[in-house]
């Protein structure tokens, strides 16, 4: 949509902020297809609260586990209050109602202090997260973007913010998309102060004794029998008719004949039965041309309560409703194209729910031919193409839905690998001509049929399509698709159970023993992560992919830290624990380990920090710095899993490691595999030329204890000797 994207962005400064990459045309047209589908609604007079409902439900389309939130100031109390946060849960709304704006109230608190767009990317750490803090940890509220919302006079009142479950920064498209969502919020604000004022102002109008001749608003009244005594000049200019002529006459003069008897009735019996009327109505100007009006009806009676007059006043709408449609049309067109856009796709979409089909087209190299031809040229073709395919499938409706994507819509389920082929013959037999230039289209495709999520699940195999390269169709299948929305379903459902889990102290730590196979004895314990939930313990492995996707590894390791001191307080039982690649990202381990030493009483030389092969191996400066840091305190440490990753050798030495955890793979393969005894034997030839102790994972019978005493290996951990309890 070159033309409207030149509006949003008329030079390269306007489109992103300094030092920071410009936004993208795709990135420009998806922040205008927003605008458009937001003021498609407003120009549909919805609820203004819906409106910014979807507005946040748009903008967290644009950014993966994350929530956007429209806050807003009391003006009495000058405190921040959630005006409406459609993904949050009710306890985190209730947590921020009240919010004090000031330096150390969170983003949105520092963006309407300061009126000033504010981005932190670690609520965790940062100074203007204090007075919030504990609302950042309870909801793992990672990083938070808020920019202010201003009134006409651009003072803030209120706040729209990103919250993510990750810490991140915003790119200069997210805090575009940011900008023209709190100017939108704004707008739709106005308009609903607007609206309330407007609808306070008609209650109030009543007659008191003389008719406002001045009124911009028509004004007719007639006597008890309902014969027309007076009006003002607005009612002249607005319907033709001077005021002498119509005097004495019935006001049905005015009809147009477009609404029944039945309509009239109503209105008669609601004005006898209310005292007021008020509603749309279409009559007829002198000249026969059709006036639509919104009209308000009242009654005056007198203190008996007898009928004395009608009046009417009213509001010519003509103008306005048709300038309310081209507005609408504009909203719901591709101005490029013609063609309807996914805006008006969308409302087609939810309009109901019968079996249809829906088929996606992506232009295959129209970047390479806007960048070789120019944008101009590029948009010549694509209004081309948008007329082929009108062409091709006259019992459809296309749309165009992104920059080179198009849209074909049928009402009822057809075949779409069929409808394809047609679309692919068409541009294939015949070339698309543009300025003497031909070119053979061709597209990849993506289709659904259903009657729910069509959208969707036709982005879903477009996306497929893509994947197998150019040219290719993907038609979707509930069989094959839908394994990938089971596990983001699986995702949300550990997302939610380990948030509970954490608020409830259901995550604990399991404790399984560690044998000295010189003296036979178990001389120490792993901590190892489990989720309590009715009556059954949770294994990791079930929860882990959702804890680090929504960055809650560090809480769940500081919770079996401080479970497991607990449990070793007051002996020299050492214990190891694990330690995640998010949690060195973080810097707060060595604080908060010698804070719960202090607590529990242990020393460092009774812990081992555990970390997996990749994280030591990636060599990350800061991550190294810690680890060593947390060696020269007293802590031991143990490359767990080693053998699956790097098997970085030289980096091992380089931290000085104590100990060498053997990958379970190996270990319980082998008495009967060659490759896995080789491998664990050249581990121990290496760690015991380190001077490295090695601890041999999942020894499980006696055959493989007996391969480990062979090899040398100092430790056994597994079922064999110790199953994981809840105590050591």
Same mark, same amino acid.
């Given at each position: 949509?070159?033309?409207?994207?030149?509006?949003?962005?008329?030079?390269?400064?306007?489109?992103?902020?300094?030092?920071?990459?410009?936004?993208?045309?795709?990135?420009?047209?998806?922040?205008?297809?927003?605008?458009?589908?937001?003021?498609?609604?407003?120009? /549909? *007079? +919805?609820?203004?609260?819906? !409106?910014?409902?979807?507005?946040? %439900?748009?903008? @967290?389309?644009?950014?993966?586990? #994350?929530?956007?939130?429209?806050?807003?100031?009391?003006?009495?109390?000058?405190?921040?209050?959630?005006?409406?946060?459609?993904?949050?849960?009710?306890?985190?709304?209730?947590?921020?109602?009240?919010?004090?704006?000031?330096?150390?109230?969170g983003s949105c608190g520092n963006a309407v202090?300061?009126?000033?767009?504010?981005?932190?990317?670690?609520?965790?750490?940062?100074?203007?997260?204090?007075?919030?803090?504990?609302?950042?940890?309870?909801?793992?509220?990672?990083?938070?973007?808020?920019?202010?919302? /201003? *009134? +006409?006079?651009?003072?803030? !009142?209120?706040?729209?913010?990103? %919250?993510?479950? @990750?810490?991140?920064?915003?790119? #200069?498209?997210?805090?575009?998309?940011?900008?023209?969502?709190?100017?939108?919020?704004?707008?739709?604000?106005?308009?609903?102060?607007?609206?309330?004022?407007?609808?306070?102002?008609?209650?109030?109008?009543?007659?008191?004794?003389?008719?406002?001749?001045?009124?911009?608003?028509?004004?007719?009244?007639?006597?008890?029998?309902?014969?027309?005594?007076?009006?003002?000049?607005?009612?002249?200019?607005?319907?033709?008719?001077?005021?002498?002529?119509?005097?004495?006459?019935?006001?049905?003069?005015?009809?147009?004949?477009?609404?029944?008897?039945?309509?009239?009735?109503?209105?008669?019996?609601?004005?006898?039965?209310?005292?007021?009327?008020?509603?749309?109505?279409?009559?007829?100007?002198?000249?026969?041309?059709?006036?639509?009006?919104?009209?308000?009806?009242?009654?005056?009676?007198?203190?008996?309560?007898?009928?004395?007059?009608?009046?009417?006043?009213?509001?010519?709408?003509?103008?306005?409703?048709?300038?309310?449609?081209?507005?609408?049309?504009?909203?719901?067109?591709?101005?490029?194209?013609?063609?309807?856009?996914?805006?008006?796709?969308?409302?087609?979409?939810?309009?109901?729910?019968?079996?249809?089909?829906?088929?996606?087209?992506?232009?295959?190299?129209?970047?390479?031919?806007?960048?070789?031809?120019?944008?101009?040229?590029?948009?010549?073709?694509?209004?081309?193409?948008?007329?082929?395919?009108?062409?091709?499938?006259?019992?459809?409706?296309?749309?165009?839905?992104?920059?080179?994507?198009?849209?074909?819509?049928?009402?009822?389920?057809?075949?779409?690998?069929?409808?394809?082929?047609?679309?692919?013959?068409?541009?294939?037999?015949?070339?698309?001509?543009?300025?003497?230039?031909?070119?053979?289209i061709t597209f990849t495709a993506g289709g659904?049929?259903?009657?729910?999520?069509?959208?969707?699940?036709?982005?879903?195999?477009?996306?497929?399509?893509?994947?197998?390269?150019?040219?290719?169709?993907?038609?979707?299948?509930?069989?094959?698709?839908?394994?990938?929305?089971?596990?983001?379903?699986?995702?949300?459902?550990?997302?939610?159970?380990?948030?509970?889990?954490?608020?409830?102290?259901?995550?604990?730590?399991?404790?399984?023993?560690?044998?000295?196979?010189?003296?036979?004895?178990?001389?120490?314990?792993?901590?190892?992560?489990?989720?309590?939930?009715?009556?059954?313990?949770?294994?990791?492995?079930?929860?882990?992919?959702?804890?680090?996707?929504?960055?809650?590894?560090?809480?769940?390791?500081?919770?079996?830290?401080?479970?497991?001191?607990?449990?070793?307080?007051?002996?020299?039982?050492?214990?190891?624990?694990?330690?995640?690649?998010?949690?060195?990202?973080?810097?707060?381990?060595?604080?908060?380990?010698?804070?719960?030493?202090?607590?529990?009483?242990?020393?460092?030389?009774?812990?081992?920090?555990?970390?997996?092969?990749?994280?030591?191996?990636?060599?990350?400066?800061?991550?190294?710095?810690?680890?060593?840091?947390?060696?020269?305190?007293?802590?031991?440490?143990?490359?767990?899993?080693?053998?699956?990753?790097?098997?970085?050798?030289?980096?091992?030495?380089?931290?000085?490691?104590?100990?060498?955890?053997?990958?379970?793979?190996?270990?319980?393969?082998?008495?009967?595999?060659?490759?896995?005894?080789?491998?664990?034997?050249?581990?121990?030839?290496?760690?015991?030329?380190?001077?490295?102790?090695?601890?041999?994972?999942?020894?499980?019978?006696?055959?493989?204890?007996?391969?480990?005493?062979?090899?040398?290996?100092?430790?056994?951990?597994?079922?064999?000797?110790?199953?994981?309890?809840?105590?050591?």
């Amino acid at each position: 949509m070159a033309t409207s994207t030149d509006e949003l962005n008329t030079n390269t400064e306007s489109s992103c902020y300094a030092g920071e990459v410009p936004l993208t045309v795709d990135e420009l047209d998806q922040i205008l297809q927003l605008h458009q589908m937001i003021f498609a609604r407003v120009a /549909r *007079n +919805e609820d203004y609260l819906s !409106i910014i409902n979807k507005l946040c %439900s748009l903008t @967290e389309s644009f950014l993966t586990n #994350a929530v956007a939130s429209v806050m807003l100031v009391d003006n009495e109390s000058g405190l921040m209050s959630v005006l409406t946060a459609p993904s949050v849960p009710d306890a985190g709304i209730s947590a921020l109602q009240g919010l004090k704006p000031g330096r150390t109230g969170g983003s949105c608190g520092n963006a309407v202090f300061g009126n000033e767009p504010v981005y932190v990317r670690d609520t965790f750490t940062d100074p203007r997260w204090a007075d919030l803090r504990h609302i950042a940890y309870d909801f793992n509220l990672c990083s938070c973007w808020s920019v202010p919302v /201003r *009134n +006409e006079a651009q003072e803030a !009142i209120g706040s729209f913010a990103l %919250s993510s479950f @990750e810490h991140r920064t915003p790119s #200069a498209f997210h805090k575009r998309l940011l900008d023209v969502g709190a100017s939108i919020v704004s707008i739709v604000l106005a308009r609903h102060a607007q609206d309330q004022h407007l609808a306070a102002s008609r209650k109030r109008i009543e007659l008191m004794g003389t008719v406002l001749t001045q009124s911009s608003e028509g004004v007719l009244v007639t006597d008890a029998r309902n014969r027309i005594v007076e009006t003002n000049k607005a009612f002249e200019a607005i319907t033709g008719f001077c005021g002498d002529e119509v005097k004495g006459l019935d006001p049905k003069l005015l009809s147009s004949g477009r609404q029944s008897a039945a309509f009239y009735e109503d209105m008669w019996a609601e004005l006898t039965l209310q005292g007021q009327w008020h509603g749309e109505i279409v009559n007829q100007r002198k000249d026969g041309s059709e006036l639509s009006q919104w009209m308000s009806l009242s009654v005056i009676r007198d203190a008996l309560g007898n009928v004395q007059n009608h009046v009417a006043v009213f509001t010519d709408l003509t103008e306005l409703k048709a300038g309310k449609a081209k507005l609408v049309d504009a909203l719901e067109h591709d101005q490029l194209t013609g063609l309807p856009n996914k805006a008006k796709l969308s409302m087609l979409l939810d309009g109901d729910d019968h079996p249809r089909s829906l088929l996606l087209l992506n232009v295959d190299n129209f970047s390479y031919i806007n960048t070789g031809y120019s944008l101009a040229f590029g948009d010549r073709l694509l209004c081309a193409i948008a007329q082929r395919l009108v062409e091709v499938e006259p019992g459809a409706q296309v749309f165009r839905v992104n920059a080179d994507e198009f849209a074909i819509y049928y009402d009822q389920v057809v075949d779409l690998k069929a409808a394809n082929v047609r679309v692919l013959k068409q541009f294939f037999s015949r070339q698309i001509n543009v300025d003497d230039l031909g070119f053979n289209i061709t597209f990849t495709a993506g289709g659904a049929s259903g009657s729910d999520s069509l959208f969707g699940k036709a982005v879903q195999s477009l996306r497929k399509a893509r994947e197998q390269g150019k040219n290719q169709f993907h038609l979707y299948n509930a069989d094959t698709d839908e394994p990938d929305q089971a596990k983001r379903a699986e995702h949300i459902y550990w997302n939610s159970m380990l948030h509970d889990a954490l608020s409830d102290g259901r995550i604990v730590p399991y404790f399984q023993g560690i044998r000295d196979n010189r003296s036979g004895d178990i001389v120490k314990y792993e901590a190892l992560v489990r989720l309590l939930h009715d009556d059954t313990v949770h294994s990791p492995y079930l929860f882990l992919d959702a804890a680090r996707l929504s960055g809650l590894l560090p809480l769940i390791t500081r919770r079996v830290i401080d479970r497991g001191f607990a449990q070793i307080t007051g002996t020299d039982i050492e214990l190891s624990v694990n330690i995640t690649e998010e949690d060195l990202n973080q810097h707060y381990l060595e604080q908060y380990l010698e804070s719960k030493l202090d607590e529990y009483q242990v020393s460092a030389s009774q812990v081992t920090l555990e970390i997996l092969e990749g994280v030591s191996s990636t060599g990350k400066k800061n991550h190294i710095k810690q680890l060593r840091a947390l060696k020269v305190r007293g802590y031991r440490l143990a490359i767990d899993d080693f053998g699956t990753e790097y098997s970085n050798f030289e980096r091992i030495l380089e931290l000085n490691v104590d100990f060498v955890k053997i990958d379970a793979k190996y270990i319980k393969n082998i008495v009967d595999d060659k490759a896995s005894y080789e491998i664990t034997r050249a581990i121990v030839y290496f760690a015991k030329n380190a001077g490295i102790a090695t601890i041999a994972e999942f020894v499980h019978n006696q055959a493989v204890q007996d391969v480990v005493d062979q090899l040398g290996i100092e430790y056994s951990q597994g079922y064999l000797y110790s199953e994981p309890a809840a105590s050591v």
